[in-house]
């Protein structure tokens, strides 16, 4: 059995230990009534799972290794990142990464930030590169400490390492690379099961592959199917209204669609908005004459799902017979591959 005791000051309310599943909803394994400060939740695993600790209002929220043992969190909560989670080899574990590989890293990289800003403002070239080396350098030196870990330690702490970098990761091809360090038992976990189906969806949608189809509805109401779209070149665009860098790259991709349409470019947009509203005023303020379909689910999105989509905009390009034959363009890297594809 686990034990977990808290002592939570300027709080009263509930506290929820919880965890989630493959299909990205929220399990509750159990609440207590924080009581004068104090509450204590009690369960039992039978392996260890990577869950939260949550106030109801979700001002303080606390990663915990759940294990058979026992666990004490005292914090404030007018103070919600100054808590103090203590118990468990597992949590252990992930703490001292933290603080030998994670803090001491990140205090020599806010140096060199800070040196950066001065070499550019100097407009010191041969400062600037000199010091984007020994930025490199650094990364390198964690991307190996990374490593020793994930082959050092087979259990959940390592695959949460992973799956806390994973849009970098996906962004980077570096996911599978990673992944073949864990053990059979990380891999085995919730969270190694999920980095499991990103491998797939990134398989399947790697250059190369035929993309997969989907069909879903434009705001019209008018059933659209991603391979029922005739053309040359095909721009498959993930966006949502309220994405600010989706809406900034907007104005490129509309002069890139307005001088190739007529030479065979066609656009299909899937937005990840959840209010039909502001979806159709968000293409109506920026003008964007191209085919438009969403589901309306938010990030449940199945043609998002479909496709692995953790960030937008996130952008493939297709040719005439729905083959992969580009990602992650954009700006004048966009126009020069579309007018080569042509």
Known sequence: RYVIKGKLANYSGKVFLITSS??????????????KGIFEICGGVQEPVAAWLQTE?????????LENTSFSLEGDINQPK????????????????????????????????????????????????????KMADLDSVYEKKENAFLRENNNIVSVSLIHGRLNKL???????????????????????????????????????????????????????????VKAKVKILDFWASWCGPCRAENPNVKRVYDKYHADGLEIII???????????????????????VSDLLGWENAAAKLYGVRGVPFILVLDKDD????????????????????
């Open 270 to 292: 899937v937005s990840l908005d959840s209010e039909k509203e502001r979806w159709v005023k968000a293409i109506k303020q920026d003008n964007l004459p191209w085919i438009h």
């Open 82 to 133: 100054n808590y103090m989670f203590t118990g468990g080899r597992l949590q252990g574990l992930r703490e001292q990464f933290r603080e030998e590989v994670e803090d001491s890293i990140q205090v020599y990289k806010i140096a060199l930030q800070k040196e950066y800003r001065e070499a550019a403002a100097e407009n010191n070239l041969f400062r600037v590169m000199h010091v984007r080396a």
């Open 57 to 65: 209002n979700g001002d303080l929220k606390v990663p915990v290794f």
């Open 170 to 228: 996906l962004r980077m091809k570096k996911l599978r690379e990673k992944f073949e360090l864990l053990g059979d038992t990380a891999r085995n976990s919730l969270l190694g099961k999920e980095l499991r189906y990103y491998l797939e969806r990134e398989q399947s949608t790697a250059t190369g592959a035929i993309a997969p189809d989907f069909t879903m509805d434009t705001p019209d109401g008018i059933s659209v199917s991603l391979h029922s």
């Open 22 to 35: 493959l299909e990205k909803k929220h399990d509750t394994l159990v609440s207590a009534e924080v009581k």
């Open 323 to 342: 083959r992969i034959i580009g990602s992650g363009l954009r700006g004048e890297e966009l126009e020069e591959f579309v007018v080569k594809a042509l």
